[in-house]
């Protein structure tokens, strides 16, 4: 709700060191020398553990910026214990003093790292570190971060015109629990620490002030001393639960105004001062680090033993300070005590009772199970993948030619989990195109095994942040390498990526197989097969393994048994022009050493004119194939109308013609900019609520939220995500291989559209 400060206008504010001091307090000496001036062999650790990190920074302008980066676990880089790069994706152009602190799921303590900017290139930021170390879980425990999301409070009915005003803003403040606040110093040093209370954390005073309870803590205060020396600030808030972030950026000043802070009370204690914040921008965004992490999920939080205990790396951090500085205790004497065993459990169970003590103390109540180290780690709780045909059952649409400038964050699921590749060759096929030659990235490679013409959901980062972008496999299953054909699309900037900046040696991630496009675990005996431009990329996957394979006996037909013809393959290909021949000299080896086998008939639309229906209708006649023969066409809009008005007619059953359309990328031309509720449901039953951001999908804020959310491909191909809407409306965003009467009885592709209203789905598959 709104606080107001009651018989005060303008709040008292504190202007001197001494006066902050005279409050909170000096810190004991031990406290400075936790932290190290390099990153040890336990901060790397946390690093290759830790899927998200707050940074904040200062443009070259003086713009203050604070947000939330990474996605998956090791995103930072380190090349050595003081240097360190991350990808900054979205504006900014960060420039002097940077800091971190580094998250790790489950767990209350956090790692805060401090340095500048030595170098940025495109969006990978270089930092040179100064200092690290070990914050306590107090935030965190305040906050309740890892706990299950709890309802939020009313939202600030905010008065007159101001930034806090903005679109979604009271709402997302009443909910968030947590902020990481940044600060400067004139000197140029930078702090960027937590902020946790139980529900608001921060709260709504006016259309342009906010203030922020400061309760206690180890008396470091540098936040505090900061803002008494450079009032800039900025700020990030999160909801758990949420995939967004509400950034905001102002001045600060520090108040103990004991009516303000009264308001802040909790059990009758109130903080001891209070942040005011003179806000001059608020804006609530979809986050990409909080998508991929998807923080909320309780199997994604770390057990006991994948990270160092915190509390355990923070007495490393006191000893290598007490040698450094010659005070403090004897470092060898903490060496020998952390040494003794059974001592790091015993030093987290003391540790989690004190700090249990003390925010008891401070007025909170039901600290919810588990301490400072691991609070409310709890058992994985699975996604649900459901498979399911797209369209008619015998085809799906894909997006293989065209390009995906979706630039969503790509939701990391338990049924389809996104695998590291390697890229081990770029291969030129013709001017425009080129073949992707992947390998498995992982600590146990293993194959690439899918149907032939079943497509893979490719992801990028490019310019700091995750592309998705579907492509059907053109190798042979079961291979330790995989190959994807990759057209250039003019604009398109996953294409334009591959064509332009992709080497091999570079990193991608794919998830797959996905499609309905493929001969099925028994292939029939004769394929009849159509493309146009790459949509010869799913018939190659066909043609090599079915070459590959020994004829089999023909079986049905009198007299075919063993015949040299058995397994027939004929393909009919539309290219451009002979140079846009994909896979071209190949093909014709390939027909040249399989002659009873493969035929190969080339249109080139520069010299014959375009493919129409009298010669669709000439060829598969002068081809005679058999009644049970099957049917693949792959390729766009207009080829796949001319041959499903061919085939009929020359009594071909429907059920035989399998077909795959190649599309443009997801639309993104709807801009939805304010954040909306979803809500849903299995069978009427509720399974939960979420808020989808701008510019996130459903199936983004699902995922994030740890909804079971069916889907498989992502980017609109494969039907798999289809659902209900049982209430609001959505955007109608393009690929969507639903089918009319799908769209017509309410279903809906949740990874490629988003909400313009509230909205209620129905996972039930139909």
Known sequence: MQQQAPGSSTPHRLTTADEVEGIIGRPAPVIMLKQISALDEGCRTVLAHCPIAAVGHRDTDGTSRTTFIGGTPGFVRVHSPTRISFALPGGGDPHGPVSFFFLLPGVGEILRVNGSVAGRKGTTVTVDIEEAYVHCAQAVLRSRLWQPPAPAGPAAQTPGDGPLGAPGVADFLAAAPFLALSTWDPAGGSDTSPRGDRQAVARILDGHTLVVPDRRGNKRADTLHNLLRDDRLSFAALVPGRSGVLQVRGRGAITDDPALLETMALRGTPPQLALLIDVEHAEVSGNDALVRSRLWIPGAHLGTGPAPDMMAMAGEHLAAGSAESGGGPPAFLLRAVGAIPGMPRLLRLVVNRVYRSGLRKEGYEDLGPGGGGRPGAGGRRRGLLRRRPSGNGNGNDNVGSGDDDGVGGDAVGVGKPLREVR????????????????????????????????????????DGRPVRRAYSASSVPGSSRLEVTVKH??????????????????????????????????PPDEIVLVAAGSGVTPMMSMIRTRLAAAPAPREGRAGTAGRPDGGRIALLCSSRSADEVIFADELDRLARDHPGRLSVTHVLTRRDGRLDADGVRRWVTALSPARDAHYYVCGPGPLMDVVRDVLPGLGVPDEL?????????????????????????????????????????????????????????????????????????VTQNEPDCLTPRQRADGYVLTCVNSPLSKVTLDIEDP
């Open 423 to 462: 890229v081990t060759e770029v291969r030129r096929e013709t001017p425009s195109a080129v073949t992707l030659v992947l390998e498995d990235a992982g600590e146990n490679p293993g194959p690439f095994d899918f149907r032939p013409g079943q497509f893979f959901t490719l992801v990028a980062d490019i």
């Open 489 to 522: 699309v003019e604009g398109g900037r996953f294409s334009t990526h591959v064509h332009r900046s992709l080497r091999a040696g570079d990193r991608l991630a794919v998830r797959g197989p996905s499609g309905s496009f493929h001969a099925g675990p028994r």
């Open 657 to 729: 013609v399998h077909h795959e359309r190649y599309t443009s990328g997801a639309d993104t031309g709807t801009e939805v900019t304010v954040p909306w509720e979803m809500t849903v449901e299995e069978a009427g039953r509720p399974v939960g609520t979420v808020v989808v951001e701008p510019g996130r999908t459903l199936l983004d804020a699902g995922l994030a939220a740890g909804l079971p959310m069916p889907y498989s491909c992502t980017v609109g191909n494969c039907g798999d995500c289809m659902v209900r809407l049982r209430g609001g409306e």
